[in-house]
């Protein structure tokens, strides 16, 4: 069984529809993320989170909001999709920093498209 | 501002020869930088890292090197298999207070050719 899961992976809507794409994790992480991909910009960072009562913007979180439910749930919600949001979006999650490098592991992501 | 760049969109090696993937960065704070390999329609998965503290890490196949100096880093394959054919990404670890994230670079497409 994957360790870090996603769903949808695949989901079409429509501009000005709300959406959640869920995230979940069987590592035991604390720290669990969002990432949205676009060709050509790699992957961009839209909110983190370090433990379940701490939530960070990252790079482009305009337009996204996030809820960690639990330590191992975090879900990403677009409140009026736009088409500009169309991407691949990863969740991935990373164990507490203890001073040395932190892997962090990624899920298969899920393809969006807003028309 | 991108401060992790990966400068070759693509990649094309003979299989067996050296494929070197480069990276730059502008952000002379960055302490720990990793290498992440993505095969279509999976995640990133981790590949190699190192510290600001080395110039050189060293994973079988896989050899990272870095030039602070020149705030460059390079990821070396040899020798370059077919099953290597991916995406890389480089990225750079910000470290403060033990709040870690990650910058990505755009990411190099490499084809190794049978």
């Known amino acids: 069984d994957a360790d870090v899961t996603q769903t949808p992976r695949n989901r079409i809507t429509k501009t000005g529809k709300r959406i959640m794409l869920e995230c979940s994790q069987t590592?035991?992480?604390?720290?669990m993320y969002w990432y949205r991909q676009d060709p050509g910009l790699g992957l961009q960072l839209i909110y983190y989170s370090f433990d379940v009562k701490d939530i960070n913007k990252g790079e482009i979180s305009d337009g996204y909001s996030v809820s960690r439910q639990a330590q191992a749930k975090f879900s990403l919600s677009l409140e009026s999709a736009i088409p500009n949001q169309t991407a691949l979006y990863f969740c991935?999650?990373?164990?507490?920093?203890?001073?040395?490098?932190?892997?962090?592991?990624f899920g298969p992501g899920t393809r969006l498209t807003v028309l | 501002d991108q401060q992790v760049k990966q400068n070759s969109p693509s990649l094309s090696v003979q299989e067996g020869r050296i494929s070197i993937l480069n990276c730059d960065y502008t952000n002379s704070m960055f302490d720990y930088f990793l290498w992440y390999k993505k095969y279509p329609a999976e995640g990133p998965t981790f590949l190699i890292s190192i510290s600001s503290i080395k110039d050189k890490n060293e994973d079988g196949r896989f050899t990272v090197f870095l030039n602070k100096s020149a705030k460059h880093l390079s990821l070396h394959i040899v020798p370059s298999q077919p099953g290597d054919s991916a995406v890389y990404f480089c990225a750079a670890s910000v470290g403060t207070s033990g709040t870690y994230k990650y910058i990505f670079g755009t990411g190099t497409r490499l084809k190794v050719l049978a």
């Open positions: 991935a999650t990373s164990d507490r920093a203890g001073g040395s490098i932190n892997e962090q592991f």
């Open positions: 590592k035991g992480h604390d720290r």
